[in-house]
């Protein structure tokens, strides 16, 4: 821990509204706590701010102290850049809320808000902003990283609905950022965002959607896997913008959910959302599970809100969790059978994932923002789950030989948001030359100490 004069931490404190835990106090354990479970690190401060004056004086205390800073929102970072050894962490888990004007369809959220806040705000009056598909992820991590979900075909990604942020800088000044209010930035903002400061405050468009969608999953044995691909391809193609298709590969491993035959073995995931009429749902789905006999169906009429939070037990805090990603232009036989060998051999809770794109994401033309990676045909995602230290090994390894497998068959982009490893080639990797220099260039200007550096970082 870094030696802080007492008289500083005491003139600090007596200007903050919010909340200060250093180690020792009550709560420091809890406060320190992450979602990743690989990830424990010991903060010498974490400030919880109530408002964009809170984080601006955390900063300043940052700078003087030259204290690494870290941004938590909420807390979802795969790569643990939500906290850090010895440093602050700025905790904006006190800034929640999110405020919808029905009339402008526009919404407003804090910067600690979470995905369940927006859905819940925005559903109340039969909006909604396309975000990710666990509830209790924080909305700025999710977002300044691109937004991915399942109404992304049809409404883009959630940075294509961002409209403005205000964000506090490095310098410890409040800036509001749209495409008319230090545009640049904004561009940097939308796929780039944690580079250029800590965001308090998102503005969103908004758009209407009833509130039941149709959604589910269809499960096959592995032996249909060629089958069900070729089935996925043609779903994927042929089906309108208000459907989502998702196609995985993994274990049976919830005994209870499956008969003894398939129990344990390796299966096929065919899913899909299609929000619009129920009736018109079911039939637009019903392809999935045109192949016959399928170990389960569960494809019906649901909430939203439900489907949103569908995921969120199997995806809860506490487990250790290592993932990479790419985009393709294709999903050819040679990409899927390295994926089935990799998953017939996996150490335990490993999964391949497919997830359809394009459509209104491609209409958004690349240049126009920091992310990359629009012109694919598909997001591809290896992710594995564990609770022992002792199998850390065991399963990054699985996950990185997977992905070098099917590494000939990705386009340029990745999505920041999954990416752990970390350096210049792999930022790169991220963004393209082209990109990575305008963001450099952005990153002189508005950081150019390079204080926010706990991030996929683009160094000035």
Known sequence: MPDIDSAALAAFRSEFAGEVIL???????????????MIDRRPAIVARPTGAADVISSVRFARERELLVSVRSG????????TCDGGIVIDLSRMRGVHVDPDTRTARANGGALLAELDREAQAFGLVCPVGVVSHTGIAGLTLGGGMGRLMRRFGLTIDNLLSVDLVTSDGRLVHTSENDNADLFWGMRGAGPNFGIVTSFEFRLHPLDPVVTFGHVVYPIERVHDAVALYRDFVDSSPDD?????????????????????????????????????????????????????TNTIAPQPYLAVQRESDEALGWGRRFYMKSGFTPSLPDELVDAAVDAVADAPGDCSFGVWSWGRAIAEVPDDAMAFTGREAAFYVAVEMFWDHPAADDAHRTWGRNLMASIAPFTMEGRYVNDAIESGEDIVRSIYGDRKYDRLVALKRRWDPDNVFRLNQNIAP
């Open 23 to 37: 180690p020792g106090d009550p709560g420091y354990d809890a406060a320190r706590v992450v979602w990743n479970g």
């Open 75 to 82: 807390g979802h970072s795969v790569a643990g850049y939500s």
């Open 243 to 295: 459907v989502f298709g998702a196609f995985s590969l993994g274990r049976a491993l919830r005994e209870g959910d499956f008969p003894p035959g398939v129990a344990g073995r390796p299966v096929v995931h065919l899913g899909g959302m299609h929000c619009g009429d129920p009736e018109e749902g079911e039939r637009r789905l019903s392809p999935l599970g045109s192949l016959g006999n399928p170990v």
